[in-house]
């Protein structure tokens, strides 16, 4: 090829925070390869896909348990950007832009198929939101609040009761007016709801009645000096644009567990299995461990009361980690198909193809690379040992006392002064006259 046409390729290095940013540069394109290692559940996919073998596990039962650590090292000299990484990571903790464009919004670029959609049925309200383990989800509610409606009047009686049958703690009355309180706890796998309960402070409540026509279950009941009918001509209805971080969703189901109104709708990843091993499970210690919790995108695993550990099957996206994390081994995946965009009509479609074959099988055919030239190292040359030469005591004895006698002389001022000043003829007369007499 001549000189003029050849593709100078570039390839550098740099961190960010918690990003390992890996770069390739030629004439034609810039790609970046962004590693968030904080991001990243050491499932492995990535070391599975990887062509090159440029990526490799670390310490992740470690990982798993506390030790800052990137779950996975990728040795930038070794890559080829060919993407393949960040198309298929299911946490988005690896991404790839190519002139400055994500790979997942180019059609060339094959990659998973999943998505969380709300449809019609959905109000919006607090409760998705709040349950979200990555939280994912925000709404931008567009409602007029009680405020703006009915201005408070302090002072009013009447009287405010909730019906805890009816009430699904979405919350919405907690964004309508400031007067309730919903009680937040800490959502689990086997418990999703974000509240426990719904207070009303009647300080904050002047008895309007708005929260009855507004409420979507009919569960509030208010005593008060107002007319329903005139309240229900003022009372807005229920809208908001509800949004998905594609990049913090895992797809885990959550949001379809815990909505009332079925108003949300998802596609996973992955399907497969997830089994716990019995014989395997006497090991375990889920409270001292705690590494399949700490792994897992979909926080899917709990501790029920008559097992000493077990996970939401429903709410696995089958990506491994836990796994992998699992010292005792006592977890197996199988994952048995994968969504994912078309794979393009490429010279290298094949490659891809035979890579997402291997997410389900665990068998990976790398390229093959018999045709490639490779040079031998030269093997080192081992050097003979340094034979340890012989000493005559005879000489060494003449030696030692010619040292003795010169020794002393190197002492002398004049002999010193003389080599200092650059004069070796005077210095050696000098040596030469004090040996004599010595």
């Given amino acids: 090829m001549p000189e003029e046409e050849k593709l100078e390729v570039t390839v550098d290095s740099d961190f960010n925070d918690a990003h390992f940013l890996f770069r390739q540069k030629t004439a034609k394109s810039e790609k970046l390869l962004d590693y968030d290692y904080k991001r990243c559940s050491g499932c492995g996919l990535c070391v ?18 506390g030790l800052d650590a990137p779950p996975v ?40 198929d999943s998505a969380v959609v709300f449809n019609d049925k959905c109000l919006p309200c607090l409760l998705c939101i709040k349950a979200c383990p990555e939280e994912a989800i925000d709404v931008e509610f567009t409602f007029p609040y009680k405020e703006k409606i009915i201005p408070f009047k302090p002072g009013q009686n009447g009287g405010i009761e909730v019906d805890m049958d009816k009430c699904t703690l979405c919350g919405l009355c907690a964004v309508f007016c400031p007067a309730f309180v919903p009680v937040e706890k800490e959502s689990k796998a086997d418990d999703l709801l974000p509240f426990s309960d719904l207070l009303v402070d009647k300080e904050k409540c002047d008895y309007c009645g708005l929260c009855v026509p507004f409420c979507p279950e009919d569960a509030i009941r208010v005593k008060g000096d ?21 990049d913090k969703c895992t797809r885990c189901g959550w949001c379809v567990a815990v909505c009332p109104y079925d108003a949300a709708e998802i596609t996973k990843p992955f399907e497969g299995e997830i089994e716990l091993i019995d014989a395997k499970l006497l090991g375990c210690d889920p409270v001292g461990c705690h590494g399949c919790f700490n792994v897992c995108p979909s926080k899917a695993w709990f501790i029920p009361k008559d097992k000493k550990i077990d996970v ?33 009509e490429k010279s290298w479609s094949h490659e891809w193809k035979e890579a997402i074959r291997t997410l389900t099988t665990g068998e990976r055919k790398r390229p093959d ?8 190292k030269p093997q080192k040359k081992s050097e003979p040992a340094l034979a340890k030469p012989e000493i005559n005591p005879e000489y060494r004895k003449a030696v030692e006392e010619r040292i003795s006698r010169i020794s002393g002389l190197l002492g002398n001022k004049q002999v010193r002064r003389a080599w200092e000043h650059k004069e070796p003829e005077t210095a050696v007369k000098e040596l030469r006259k004090r040996m004599k007499k010595t």
Avoid: Q, W
């Fill in 369 to 376: 690379t018999t045709h490639t030239i490779s040079v031998e």
């Fill in 73 to 112: 090292i990728i040795d930038h000299t070794k890559c080829s950007f060919c993407g393949m990484c960040a198309a298929f990571c299911p946490v988005r903790a690896l991404k790839m832009t190519v002139d400055g464009t994500d790979i997942m919004e180019m059609e060339e670029y094959p990659h998973l």
């Fill in 48 to 65: 599975e896909l990887c062509p090159k073998k440029a990526i490799e596990t670390g310490p992740l039962i470690e990982i798993a348990t």
């Fill in 226 to 246: 107002f007319d329903e009918e005139e309240l229900r001509k003022l009372v807005p209805g229920i809208s908001g644009n509800i949004k998905v971080d594609d």
């Fill in 312 to 344: 939401v099957r429903e709410f696995c996206t089958f990506c491994g980690a836990c796994e992998k994390a699992c010292h005792v081994e006592a977890i197996c995946v199988k994952r048995s198909s994968v969504r994912h965009t078309p794979v393009a």
